[in-house]
């Protein structure tokens, strides 16, 4: 079984500040990591995945993660963030039953001027 | 490609009615997924399928049923609302390749009075 936290419901930060976004997971087989983007009334749209490899990830509008094995974490950073990055953030993971997803409770990033 | 599909976008029902959600993509993808999203709940899964005519329990199955008739439609239906239904409900498709994210629809919003 996995499970996914993620530490922070509500993270309210200043635009050009950076942000880091916390998620840790629990499984007993490898797994694959995502974060997704949720922009007020719409669908999740991917920013970027762990699958293997560079424990780096890049992904879209400057975002980027480190996977972490032996801290089981997966956090997600931005150097530098805009009013536009203001949305509802959500840590996945993945095992290898049928691709399901388990999904952390969400993180509302709030970037006021 | 119009993606990921779903209708009706809004949906108000009395305790007791019936109602079908319907979720369509024209990506190919063999596998589909409906979840339902609550505040501070993340994500939960309801029902999945891995292929036309194949389907599965989820997380949160109890109070709805599923069926994948063709590869490219999966139906999510409640036969007797309940106020606990209330949700924003999701459906998701991924290709059969175990890497792909999955791809998910601009949600549902039903509410059950």
Same mark, same amino acid.
């Not at chain 1, 400057?62 to 150097?79: D, I, Y």
């Given at each position: ?113 | ?40 709940? /993340? #994500?939960?899964?309801?029902?999945? $399928? ?13 109070? +709805? =049923? ?10 999510? /239906? #409640?036969?007797?609302?309940?106020? $606990? ?13 175990? +890497? =792909? ?11 059950? #009075?």
């Amino acid at each position: 079984a996995q499970s996914v936290t993620q530490l922070d419901s509500q993270v309210p930060v200043f635009e050009e500040a950076p942000v880091e976004l916390r998620c840790n997971y629990s499984s007993s087989v490898s797994v694959y990591l995502f974060w997704y983007v949720q922009y007020p009334n719409q669908g999740l749209q991917l920013l970027l995945k762990y699958l293997s490899g560079s424990t780096l990830v890049k992904g879209i509008n400057g975002f980027e993660a480190e996977f972490n094995k032996s801290q089981t974490s997966f956090h997600l950073r931005k150097p530098s963030v805009h009013i536009s990055d203001t949305a509802e953030y959500f840590c996945a993971v993945r095992g290898t039953s049928y691709g399901k997803l388990t999904f952390g409770q969400g993180t509302i990033l709030t970037v006021h001027p | 490609n119009a993606g990921v599909t779903q209708t009706p976008k809004f949906r108000v029902l009395k305790t007791g009615q019936s109602m079908t959600l319907l979720c369509a993509q024209d990506m190919n993808h063999e596998y589909m997924y409906w979840y339902r999203q609550d505040p501070g709940m /993340g #994500l939960r899964l309801i029902h999945y $399928s891995v292929g036309e005519g194949t389907t599965a329990k989820g997380e949160v199955p109890d109070g +709805y =049923n599923v069926s994948r008739l063709k590869k490219q439609n999966f139906l999510l /239906g #409640l036969e007797s609302a309940a106020p $606990s239904q209330t949700s924003v409900y999701f459906c998701a498709s991924r290709p059969l390749v175990s +890497y =792909n994210e999955q791809f998910f629809g601009p949600g549902t919003r039903l509410t059950v #009075l």
